[in-house]
């Protein structure tokens, strides 16, 4: 059994001035001012279009991060509609193969200390599943049949990509503190990592 904390990469290096450079060419067209468009009015023009609610179109920039996270956060994440998602399958993968150490792999539940009661009980619980997942594929049943006993802790990874307007809605209700602290975890480090890549877009965000 292997226990990991969330973590997450972008699929692609991120040009956050020529981002905002295309969004402005793009929005220009509604307002038929490409005239207007100089080396430095992409930042201005985007948090004007930000101001007035005309968020349409950051849509035509997107961006596709790897999320490594427990099934909980991920049943939460895509329930974000305006999206595109590959994740890992617990249908097809066989975790008593070499390829994944012959093992499970869960997050370690942030709102609970090592030493805790709390943590204890989870970890029994995780090695029991593991145990008991492994003798199912032992006995010949195929892993989408086995999955049933998988928890919400198991690692998952998934690929997600939106458009900027809509990872503008992920962060706003997966940043706040009604969250789920396991969402939290992944979410907050990632909007700093935003807001450093790619400038006005994220910046009036709080939680």
Not at 25 to 33: E, L, P
Not at 196 to 202: A, G, L, N, Q, T
Request: proline share 4%; hydrophobic share 35%.
């Amino acid at each position: 059994m292997q226990i990991i904390t969330p973590s997450f990469e972008l699929m692609e290096e991120i040009d956050g001035p020529k981002m905002l450079k295309n969004i402005e060419k793009c929005g220009r067209v509604c307002y038929k001012s490409e005239n207007m468009i100089t080396d430095t009015s992409a930042e201005t023009f985007v948090a004007n279009l930000l101001k007035r609610g005309h968020e349409s179109v950051i849509e035509h920039e997107k961006i596709s991060v790897r999320i490594i996270c427990d099934r909980g956060v991920s049943h939460e994440i895509v329930r974000h509609r305006i999206a595109s998602y590959s994740q890992e399958s617990t249908r097809y993968c066989n975790y008593q193969k070499n390829q994944f150490g012959n093992e499970l792999t869960f997050i370690r539940p942030v709102f609970w200390k090592k030493n805790s009661a709390e943590y204890a009980v989870w970890h029994d619980t995780m090695q029991m599943i593991e145990d008991n997942y492994m003798h199912l594929i032992s006995m010949g049943v195929k892993p989408q049949e086995a999955r049933s006993i998988l928890p919400n802790s198991l690692k998952t990874e998934i690929i997600v990509t939106m458009n900027l307007r809509e990872w503008r809605h992920f962060f706003r209700l997966r940043t706040s503190h009604t969250a789920h602290p396991q969402m939290q975890e992944i979410t907050r480090p990632m909007l700093k990592v935003f807001r450093e890549k790619i400038p006005v877009v994220f910046d009036d965000i709080e939680y």
